[in-house]
């Protein structure tokens, strides 16, 4: 099956994978304290913002049980959040199933072969530019492909392409008040 870009109009659910698709997907450690630092681009900042603001329900699935994911998810009001998993699939579903929405109109953002699983059941799928070689080959294939590296504007890239299909700008809809 195709990408359908029909999708992008109801599309009711989006869970991001969080290293290489909201960071860059590099990790630095302190040395002095062992904390570590991610970097989040504002411009994905932005991006998730508009989403919200759509009433998309969003959610982070991450691999890596960092607290900076949970960090990250409050100040975002983000809905859903998994870390330190393997299953990102059953992670999906369990968000679908949480907030009653077929996995037909969900979107699993992802950038590496760890992320496939969860791609193959989503409506929709989405990666950054800059994602692994095989992840990259099947969302060309069924999916968006942002012209943005991961942390670098792939996740507003892709909430822009939401806001065209559904004959909005950004401009209007960043004057919404996003939904409780």
Same mark, same amino acid.
């Given at each position: 099956?195709?990408?359908?870009?029909?999708?992008?109009? #109801?599309?009711?659910?989006? $869970?991001?994978?969080?290293? =290489?698709?909201? #960071?860059?997907?590099?990790?630095?450690?302190? #040395?002095?304290?062992?904390?570590?630092?991610?970097?989040?681009?504002?411009?994905?900042?932005?991006?998730?913002?508009?989403?919200?603001?759509?009433?998309?329900?969003?959610?982070?699935?991450? /691999?890596?049980?960092?607290?900076?994911?949970?960090?990250? $998810? +409050?100040?975002?009001?983000?809905?859903?959040?998994?870390?330190? #998993?393997?299953?990102? $699939?059953? +992670?999906?579903? =369990?968000?679908?199933?949480?907030?009653?929405?077929?996995?037909?109109?969900?979107?699993?953002?992802?950038?590496?072969?760890?992320?496939?699983?969860?791609?193959r059941i989503a409506g929709l799928c989405a990666?950054? $530019?800059?994602?692994?070689?095989?992840?990259?080959?099947?969302?060309?294939?069924?999916?968006?492909?942002?012209?943005?590296?991961? =942390?670098? /504007? +792939?996740?507003?890239?892709?909430?822009?392409?939401?806001?065209?299909?559904?004959?909005?700008? +950004?401009?209007?809809?960043?004057?919404?008040?996003?939904?409780?």
């Amino acid at each position: 099956m195709a990408f359908d870009p029909e999708l992008l109009k #109801t599309l009711q659910a989006v $869970a991001f994978d969080v290293d =290489g698709v909201l #960071t860059d997907g590099t990790l630095t450690w302190s #040395t002095a304290s062992n904390d570590e630092i991610k970097t989040f681009s504002f411009t994905d900042i932005m991006g998730i913002s508009l989403l919200r603001r759509l009433g998309i329900k969003m959610a982070l699935v991450s /691999g890596e049980p960092s607290p900076l994911v949970d960090r990250y $998810a +409050a100040k975002m009001h983000l809905h859903h959040v998994v870390k330190g #998993t393997r299953d990102k $699939a059953t +992670a999906l579903r =369990g968000f679908a199933e949480l907030f009653s929405v077929p996995l037909a109109q969900t979107c699993f953002f992802g950038d590496d072969v760890n992320d496939l699983p969860a791609m193959r059941i989503a409506g929709l799928c989405a990666c950054p $530019a800059d994602a692994a070689e095989d992840v990259h080959t099947f969302v060309a294939e069924y999916g968006f492909v942002s012209a943005h590296p991961g =942390g670098k /504007g +792939a996740v507003r890239s892709f909430a822009d392409l939401v806001l065209r299909a559904r004959g909005l700008d +950004a401009g209007e809809v960043f004057g919404r008040r996003p939904p409780e």
